[in-house]
């Protein structure tokens, strides 16, 4: 088991930034692969950004790419999600999940959730 609890959400200006954690504990966090997805009101859940359980290996959605960073520190079981150059189309609640096999890309893969943090980008 796996319980992961998300922080730093909040509301920001347009063109700001905001750094949202999330926060790993139970079984070995360095085995599992992690993702930030996002769901804005009214439409499904979409995927952010993933890193390998090392770090080696990240990938962005199209929306993220150059404004975005994900990373983590295994020694504190966290994994970030680094946000520049916001816009009001940024609003969403922020999950992190973790996912050990299966394709990082579609949530269904994913094997645990945090409860969300509420990312609100004010025009």
């Known amino acids: 088991q796996v319980q992961l609890v998300e922080s730093g959400g909040g509301l920001v200006q347009a063109g700001g930034s905001l750094r949202v954690s999330c926060a790993a504990s139970?079984?070995?966090?360095?085995?599992?692969?992690m993702g930030w997805f996002r769901q804005a009101p009214g439409k499904e859940r979409e995927f952010v950004a993933a890193?390998?359980?090392?770090?080696?290996?990240?990938s962005y959605a199209a929306s993220a790419k150059g404004r975005f960073t994900i990373s983590r520190d295994n020694a504190k079981n966290t994994v970030y999600l680094q946000m520049y150059s916001l816009g009001p189309d940024d609003t969403a609640v922020y999950y992190c999940?973790?996912?050990?096999?299966?394709?990082?890309?579609?949530?269904?893969?994913?094997?645990?959730w945090g409860q969300g943090t509420q990312v609100t980008v004010s025009a």
């Open positions: 999940g973790a996912i050990r096999n299966g394709n990082q890309y579609q949530q269904k893969d994913y094997e645990y």
């Open positions: 139970g079984r070995t966090f360095s085995n599992y692969a």
């Open positions: 890193i390998s359980w090392r770090g080696v290996f990240i």
